[in-house]
C-alpha cells in the first residue's frame, strides 16, 4: 500500500518566485498535516485538515503561506512570495482518526526539501 | 505552557549495548505519548505510543518505553543497540481531549550506534 505521497521532494528556488509542495494522503485517511522541519525551530505544524476542512492554521507562518486540500486524496501548500527564511524542509503527513485521537499515528511523506536563494 | 523535552541532543551507544532515549513532558491531565524516528532524508516514522493501560509499552524493532507518571517521563529504551538503529528519535504528547493542533514533539535526540 502506498504511503504518504509528496512532490516535488528537492525545490530550489529564486526569493520572489511562487511555490507549490503537493501531497497525497494515504487512501482513507480523514486527517491531513503540514510540518515544516528546520534546526532551529525544529517540528512546527503549519496546518492541518479533517475530511478536507481546514482545522486550525495557526502555525501558518504568514499570509504568504496558503494551504488547500480539494478533495481527499490531494493538498497543496502554497509559498507566494517566497523568502530565504521559508528554507526547510515540508512534511505531510496523514491520519485516521474517525472523528477523535483514533489510532494517534501519523504517516509521514518524505518531505520536500524547499531551498529560496 | 505544554512542552516536551529531550534533554540530551546525541547519545552514543556501543553497539550491543542498552540505550536510552530520554522524555519528560508537561502536558495537562493525562497525556497521549509517541515515539517517532527519523533516518536520514526521510519522513519520521511511528515507534510506539502510549494510549493508556500497561505503562511499558512495546513498539517497532525491538524498542519499548515506560510510562512514568510521577516523573512525567517517557523514556524509550531498547536492551541491545544496533548500528542500524542510528536516527533521529522524537518524542511527542497530547492532552486527552485535545485536538491534533496540541500534539507537541520534542527537539529530538539524534542517536548514534557505534560498532
Known amino acids: 500500500d502506498a504511503g504518504v505521497i509528496q512532490s516535488p521532494r528537492h525545490e530550489v528556488t529564486e526569493m520572489g518566485q511562487e511555490v507549490t509542495l503537493r501531497c497525497k494522503p494515504i487512501s482513507g485517511h480523514d486527517y491531513l498535516f503540514w510540518y515544516r522541519q528546520t534546526m532551529m525551530r525544529g517540528l512546527e505544524l503549519l496546518i492541518y485538515f479533517n475530511n478536507n476542512v481546514p482545522i486550525d492554521d495557526s502555525g501558518m507562518p504568514e499570509d504568504r503561506f496558503s494551504a488547500k486540500m480539494p478533495n481527499a486524496s490531494f493538498s497543496t501548500l502554497k509559498i507566494q512570495p517566497s523568502e530565504p527564511r521559508d528554507s526547510a524542509v515540508y512534511f505531510c503527513a496523514s491520519s485516521l482518526g474517525g472523528g477523535g485521537w483514533g489510532s494517534g499515528e501519523l504517516f509521514f511523506g518524505e518531505g520536500s526539501r524547499l531551498t529560496v536563494l | ?115
Open chain 2, 1 to 115: 505552557a505544554q512542552s516536551v523535552a529531550q534533554p540530551e541532543d546525541q547519545v552514543n551507544v556501543a553497539e550491543g549495548n542498552p540505550l536510552t532515549v530520554k522524555c519528560t513532558y508537561s502536558v495537562s491531565g493525562n497525556p497521549y505519548l509517541f515515539w517517532y524516528v527519523q533516518y536520514p532524508n526521510r519522513g519520521l516514522q511511528f515507534l510506539l505510543k502510549y494510549i493508556t493501560g500497561d505503562n511499558l509499552v512495546k513498539g517497532s524493532y525491538g524498542f519499548e518505553a515506560e510510562f512514568n507518571k510521577s516523573q512525567t517521563s517517557f523514556h524509550l529504551k531498547k536492551p541491545s543497540a544496533l548500528v542500524s538503529d542510528s536516527a533521529l528519535y522524537f518524542c511527542a504528547a497530547a492532552s486527552r481531549g485535545g485536538g491534533y493542533n496540541k500534539l507537541i514533539f520534542g527537539a529530538g535526540t539524534r542517536l548514534a550506534v557505534h560498532p
